[in-house]
């Protein structure tokens, strides 16, 4: 069987899917994954046949935008990215590959034109549980707030108000020409219901950390997939070095996409120098980071979070989804600081959890940041930690993620897959 996988985004939001073609791949399938140029290296590796959509210089352009970080003008920001050239380049690649059943976030409209016009297959995957419409457990938007007081009529119209005035205001007039063009009727209310494949919808995360009575009932939630390229490094001699010399260290990093990091690692710094505290600055964008940094501080531009955070004091981050559980899956206290997309709604449930507090960009200053860790570093919020890593024994969300995949492959009656553990 084939598979086209359509991940969008960094590496937070490729790394699942890479997970997913990895498993599917060995299961016997071929599996094509179409994403931007950056990723040919780690899907190749993987493996798996690589299909660029979108250079490396594109991506680096975004990166350092400092647009993609405003809180409430972000997400609109990347829509339009995400709604122009892409759409047809997008539409072209799922035509190209029509045989195959597509695994595609729901920001890659052009998958689901493609599911209406040429009849594929298509499975969409949620990474967080923000992008999930409910007025049961309403997420936490920028921009849109959503106290649970409010009655339930009240939470439907603030949706309601969000797609007419904002959403499709920037999406459903490009959305909606290339309809056109293939002679679709026009649709509104983009993500609302219309983003979703009606067949099958697949969350990367579990139970415990979301649920919602409203969510659509093609929806299956199978935990977070924990890929972070573990098999492919090993600890440098010289962090390992680091990590034996003293005290466990407190991780900083604030996402592989964040080119706009300054002010967040001058705080990192601050606070450290306040609490005496060693840490380990992790990021690609050398160029954001103090200098010189002292000796009880090393940067590190990549390493997997699980070679590293169980080895940790504490881990401060921007609350992606896959970062947030990483922490989870190591037990370790988190100091989130969420600047837009997934990441508010990520950290409340967090926090919900026991095992993490937040600041705003505003309020992340040394001061703070030396407050909270003071308070994460408590033997009641370890033990809590502990209590959350050990809801991971036996995830197998990877696996059944892909047993779901191989059942909506089946509803095109083709063979199932060889190692199908779900109903």
Known sequence: MKYLLLPIGSHGDVHPYAAIGRELARRGHHVVVATNEIFRPLIERLGLQFVQQGTAEEYREILQSAAIWHRTQGPPWLFRMLVDKPLQDVYRIVSDHRDAVVVAPAMAFAARIAQEKLGISLVTIHLAPSSLRSVTDPP???GMPMPGWLPLWLRRSLFWLGDVLVIDRIAAGPINAFRKEL???????IIDQWWNSPQRIIGLFPEWFAQARDWPPQFRLTGFPLFDERDDHVVPADVEAFLHAGSPPVVFTPGSANAQSGSFFRAALEACERLRQRALFLTLHDEQLPSPLPESIKHVRYIPFSQVLPRAAAFVHHGGIGTLS????????????????DQPDNASRAEKLGVARSLTPPRFTGVNVAQKLSELLTPAVRQRCRETAGRFAGNASVMNTCDLICLAADERKHPLCSQPNLA
């Open 140 to 142: 936490i938007l920028p």
């Open 183 to 189: 002679g679709l009727p026009p649709v509104r209310r």
């Open 326 to 341: 990483q922490g989870l899956a190591a037990g370790v206290p988190q100091l989130i600081m969420p600047m837009g997309f």
